[in-house]
Nanobody, 126 residues
Framework: QVQLVESGGGLVQAGGSLRLSCAAS????????MGWFRQGPGKEREFVAR????????YYADSVKGRFTISRDNAKNTVYLQMNSLKPEDTAIYYC???????????????????WGQGTQVTVSS
């Protein structure tokens, strides 16, 4: 298990950008698949993006493809979500997520998540 702390949320106008960061504890961060989920007002939590432990493979929800980029720095135990061309419908609490164990795939469902961060609010105004 890893402990996760997100930062970087805030209020931005439509078309703007934000970068979220997620700092992880533990010496085994480089063996965990990582991802981001979000939960908008009145909606269920949904998958946004994921990245494999090596950083060599990424996958995105169709709604953010081409606008968001997930990356990681294993030396800093940190995963990032660069969000560009933000839309009002991107407004949500964004959660960092880690897979259930070393070298275990992180799927697009919440059931595959082993650890969650506390969440960071992103609000996009029109």
């Amino acid at each position: 298990q890893v402990q996760l702390v997100e930062s970087g949320g805030g209020l931005v106008q439509a078309g703007g950008s934000l970068r979220l960061s997620c700092a992880a504890s533990g010496r085994t961060f480089s063996t965990y698949a990582m991802g981001w989920f979000r939960q908008g007002p009145g909606k269920e939590r949904e998958f946004v993006a994921r990245i494999k432990w090596s950083g060599g493979s990424t996958y995105y929800a169709d709604s953010v493809k081409g606008r968001f980029t997930i990356s990681r720095d294993n030396a800093k135990n940190t995963v990032y979500l660069q969000m560009n061309s933000l839309k009002p419908e991107d407004t949500a609490i964004y959660y960092c997520a880690a897979g259930r164990g070393p070298y275990m795939v992180l799927l697009t469902t919440a059931g595959s998540v082993g650890s969650w961060g506390q969440g960071t609010q992103v609000t996009v105004s029109s």
